[in-house]
C-alpha cells in the first residue's frame, strides 16, 4: 500500500514585465544558487542571461544593487505564499496533512533551485549588512502575517479520538515521513509518548 499521491504546485518565477530585467534576474538566482552572493560575477551572470556585461551595467550601478534587486524581485513574492501557506495550518482541520502539503510543494524538484538560492542568501547576509536588513524586512512581514493568521485559530480545539490529541497541539513535524516514505499512509500517534 502506498500513501496519497501529494501533487506540488511548481515554482512561479516572479516577473517584472520587462524582459531584459527578468533575464538578469532569473540568471542571477541561478548563478547565485550554484556559486553564492560573493562569488557571483557579473560576467558570469551575463553570459547566463546572454546579453552583454554593458547591458547589466546599463541597468544596474554594480553587483550589489542588481543582487539588491534580485532579491526584491523574488524574495516577497515566495515570502508572501509562504506565510499565507503556513497560516492555513492554524485553521486546517488535519494540519498534519497540511504541513505535508506544504513541504510537498517546498521539496519538489521545481524549488530546487530557490532553495539554494534563499540559502545562498541567507549565508551571504551573515557577512552583508544590507542584505540582512532586506531578508529581514521581509521575515518581519511574513511574521506578521502568520501572527495575525494564529490569532485567527480556534482558542479551544477538541480533543480527536483517533490521535488522543487537539489538532492544535498535534505533532505536524512527522509530516515529513510521508514525504520521505511514500508507503507511510497514517501513523498511529496514539504510541508517541507526550509529556
Keep these: 500500500m502506498s500513501g496519497p499521491n501529494r501533487k506540488a504546485t511548481p515554482y512561479d518565477f516572479p516577473t517584472t514585465h520587462d524582459d531584459i530585467r527578468d533575464a538578469l534576474i532569473s540568471a542571477s538566482e541561478y548563478v547565485i544558487a550554484r556559486s553564492g552572493v560573493h562569488r557571483a560575477t557579473v560576467s558570469r551572470i551575463a553570459r547566463r542571461a546572454g546579453v552583454s556585461v554593458g547591458a547589466i551595467y546599463g541597468l544596474y550601478e554594480n553587483k550589489d544593487s542588481l543582487v539588491s534587486d534580485c532579491l526584491d524581485v523574488l524574495f516577497p513574492p515566495q515570502s508572501i505564499q509562504d506565510a499565507k501557506d503556513w497560516a492555513r495550518v492554524f485553521t486546517a482541520e488535519n494540519q498534519r496533512d497540511m504541513v505535508t502539503e506544504i513541504l510537498t510543494t517546498y ?72 514525504i520521505v516514505d511514500p508507503t507511510i499512509q497514517l501513523l498511529d500517534w496514539r504510541w508517541v509518548p507526550v509529556r
Design 107 to 178: 521539496m519538489s524538484p521545481s524549488f530546487r533551485q530557490w532553495r539554494q538560492f534563499r540559502l545562498e542568501c541567507l549565508i551571504a547576509a551573515r557577512h552583508s549588512t544590507e542584505i540582512a536588513q532586506q531578508l529581514g524586512t521581509y521575515a518581519a512581514q511574513a511574521r506578521a502575517m502568520i501572527l495575525a493568521s494564529a490569532s485567527r485559530a480556534p482558542q479551544n480545539a477538541t480533543i480527536r479520538p483517533d490521535t488522543g490529541m487537539s489538532a492544535r497541539a498535534s505533532v505536524i513535524g512527522l509530516s515529513v515521513l510521508e
